[in-house]
């Protein structure tokens, strides 16, 4: 079975805090993308990586960044959290064309 | 650009019987997939079904299935028998055939009463 794990499922941090999620995979996927889920808006992508070392911008990166060093591990960046960022994060991973992507638990971060 | 919409943002249903969530979609793409993911209350998103737009045939997974009609782009997921653990967050999704990326909807939340 794919697993797909988030460092954290719960985390609370202070407003201008630098903050890092993680994610690891361990089914050899090419693809690993960060989501953040919020009520109403449903999951929206932030970032994803089809490669080690390769990122692309998704549909809201503003206020993140990403890392891929190794292929079975995505980081998420928040470089100086705000109290907007508090939400669900949710990590994916999937093979190169595949159809099904494999998601993590969640982590959900508190910004006071 | 693609985009997705579930106009039920909540849906109740008795235990046993049947129920139909909606959803819409846009693409300009000839070769995509649809999907539905449910998520369980604090649990993991997990597939549900899955649909490759260039099968006529609508996909069955035990008692999900769904309703894809190609031209009006709907594609609605039916819950037959409906049981307690079917509680959850559904989702809609859609991908373009080129690209890796999932767009989801905004979520049909359905709770399953005893």
């Known amino acids: 079975d794919v697993k797909v794990t988030q460092s954290s499922r719960y985390l609370v941090k202070r407003t201008g805090e630098k903050v890092f999620l993680e994610c690891v995979q361990d089914m050899d996927h090419e693809n690993m993308f960060w989501y953040r889920q919020d009520p109403g808006l449903g999951l929206r992508l932030i970032y994803f990586?089809?490669?080690?070392?390769?990122?692309e911008k998704g549909d809201i990166p503003e206020g993140y960044s990403v890392s891929r060093e190794k292929k079975e591990r995505f980081s998420l960046i928040l470089e100086s959290a705000s109290t907007n960022q508090t939400s669900m994060y949710l990590c994916?991973?999937?093979?190169?064309?595949?159809?099904?992507?494999?998601f993590g638990p969640g982590t959900r971060l508190t910004v006071t | 650009a693609q985009t997705v919409t579930q106009s039920q943002p909540e849906m109740s249903v008795q235990e046993a019987e049947t129920v139909t969530l909606s959803c819409t979609y846009d693409t300009s793409e000839n070769n995509y997939y649809l999907f539905w993911y449910k998520q369980p209350p604090s649990r993991q998103m997990i597939l549900v079904i899955r649909?490759?737009?260039?099968?006529?045939q609508n996909a069955t997974e035990n008692r999900f299935s769904v309703n894809f009609q190609k031209a009006a782009k709907s594609f609605s997921l039916k819950i037959s028998d409906s049981q307690l653990g079917d509680t959850a967050m559904y989702f809609c999704?859609?991908?373009?055939?080129?690209?890796?990326?999932?767009?989801f909807g905004t979520g049909t939340l359905l709770a399953v009463q005893p």
């Open positions: 990586s089809y490669d080690v070392k390769m990122k």
């Open positions: 994916a991973s999937s093979s190169h064309g595949g159809n099904e992507q494999y």
């Open positions: 999704a859609v991908r373009g055939g080129a690209t890796n990326k999932l767009i």
């Open positions: 649909q490759e737009a260039y099968k006529q």
